[in-house]
């Protein structure tokens, strides 16, 4: 008979357990403690299932011992679904688990973080006639973590309280991993502070899942605060600690404290930081405008014995492409294969936007054809970035052609691509052109998120606001730019000018306010914009 996946008979593969077997007896205590300490020693998890089988060939029963002991060995290996498997086939042959053989399941669980199974066999145990102990709620608890299940661990944490069972430090690190997963940092925090209630000792892995938490939140100081504790506890931080707190930096913006820490780590604690690591220190610099220091970092990655990897070459291009340097951005994107990288669509889009801001529109269109020679298929930030390279390069026709192509490739422009292709009409001049596209898409343009300031400012150079204080004149500037006729402009521009200077009350009545009546009654400018004009 054959266990685990192999639930059939060797001779003729019938499904019935025992079919074809003899009567079995059981095992003599020195042939049990034999095969459990011969299952024990296995260092491959498939001997394990073939010693069991050995011993049934022999005439003699595997029992409650074995089984424990062979799913220990398959989950020890990382063959957890075949754990699961050899405690059902014991079940299906009557064999009455314990709790010991229901823990080493539900372990199981937890190492392919099936956390459905976990709880459904934690709870079985009622059923079952068992009591669980701290070993099964840790598991399951485990499972959660691993799972991404934070709320279910900490329901578990207080179900495992009202059981009478006491947490341990296994129990509360699972629970603040699970937090860590999820983000909450608060939960974590107040399972941190809980160790010392439950006259526990926090180690480094409880401040790692700690700081973790707080760096997924973006809580910064927080995490900054966390690290600080350590010496106080006399922990010693780790290559975990170091990572986490500086994506908690990156997370910020704080590239001083990032670039810090990863110095910190190497010169104080001798520490070498991993690929990951150094890319959030780059990416910290992106945000932090330090486009220098972030190329620094990269090209210093070698040197520190890691190679390059796309996320830390986009960090890298990303970082001189928000300070207008698109030179060394599309160098960094050529000079790739140097590094034995591919650059994937967040490279180009990275290096698209860069020519963007540095007014390189042509180059920018280069990249676009080079992303689709390259197999590459561009999305909607792809074509967002040539489409404000466009716009910096006044090329308002290639803006309206691209705006064109992507819709034919299945994609949706957003109030990103709209004001992009609008500011290259409006910046060539092309007022009629604004005005086409802007009244074709005015659910998208005229939309809460399609009122820009940056938009207030270009036209305010161009002279049609003198200026631009109140959210109310923020919703005229796209009416006056886009009305159908020039009285309305001229009168919406007046208007603006009114309730800048006096509020829209001041004007009721008038020719112009009537004009601005007549432009909402035909839906000449959404009725959202005429309820921020009236404050209605």
Known sequence: MRFGTRLTCTKCGANKLGEHMPRLRAATRSESISLVKEIKECTDWRKSISLLELFESRGIEPNIFHCSAAMNT??????????????????????????VVVNGAITACARGADWMKAIRLLESCEKRGLRPDTISFNSAI?????????????????????????????????????????????????????????????????????????????????????????????????????????TACEKSGDWESAVGFL?????????????????????????????????????????RGLKPDVISLNAAISACGSQGE????????????????????????????????????????????????????????????????????????????????????GLKPNVITLNAALSACEKAGRLDKAYELSQRWKAVVFSKDGLNEERVLRLKEMGFVSAARSKAELAIIPAVLFGAM???????YT???????????????????????EVYQNDWVPSALWHLISGS
Do not use: H
Not at 80 to 94: V, Y
Not at 385 to 404: P, V
Not at 486 to 492: I, M
């Open 263 to 303: 110095y910190s780590m190497e010169e104080d604690d001798g520490l070498s930081p991993s690929v990951i690591t150094v890319s959030a220190a780059i990416s910290a610099c992106e945000k932090g405008g330090q486009w220098e220091k972030a190329l620094e970092l990269f090209e210093s990655m070698p040197t």
């Open 142 to 246: 485990s499972a959660c973590q691993k799972g991404g299940q934070w709320k279910k661990a900490l329901a578990l944490l207080g179900t495992m309280e009202s059981t009478g069972i006491k947490p341990d430090a296994f129990s509360l690190n699972s629970a603040i991993s699970a937090c860590e997963k999820g983000g909450k940092w608060k939960q974590a925090l107040e399972l941190l502070e809980s160790f010392e209630e439950r006259g526990l000792v926090a180690d480094v892995f409880t401040l790692n899942a700690a700081i973790g938490a707080c760096a997924r939140a973006g809580e910064c100081e927080r995490a900054l605060q966390l690290f600080s504790s350590m010496k106080s506890r006399n922990l010693k931080p780790d290559i975990y600690t170091y990572g986490s707190t500086i």
């Open 326 to 409: 698109w030179e060394k951005a599309t160098e960094l994107l050529k000079q790739s294969a140097t590094y034995g990288l591919t650059p994937d669509i967040y490279s180009y889009n990275a290096a698209i936007n860069a020519c963007a801001k540095g007014a390189q529109w042509q180059k920018g269109l280069e990249l676009l054809e080079e992303c689709e020679r390259s197999d590459i298929v561009p999305d909607l930030i792809t074509y967002n970035s040539a489409i404000n390279a466009c716009a910096a390069g006044k090329q308002w026709e290639t803006a309206l052609e691209l705006l064109g192509v992507l819709q034919t490739r």
């Open 486 to 492: 020039e009285n309305v402009r001229g009168a919406l």
């Open 74 to 99: 398959c989950s020890k290996y990382g063959q957890w679904k075949e754990a699961l498997r050899l405690f059902e086939s014991f079940e299906r042959r009557g064999i009455r688990a314990d709790i």
């Open 495 to 517: 208007m603006a000018l009114d309730v800048v200077s006096g509020g829209a009350g001041a004007c009721v009545g008038s020719v112009k306010f009537n004009i601005c009546v």
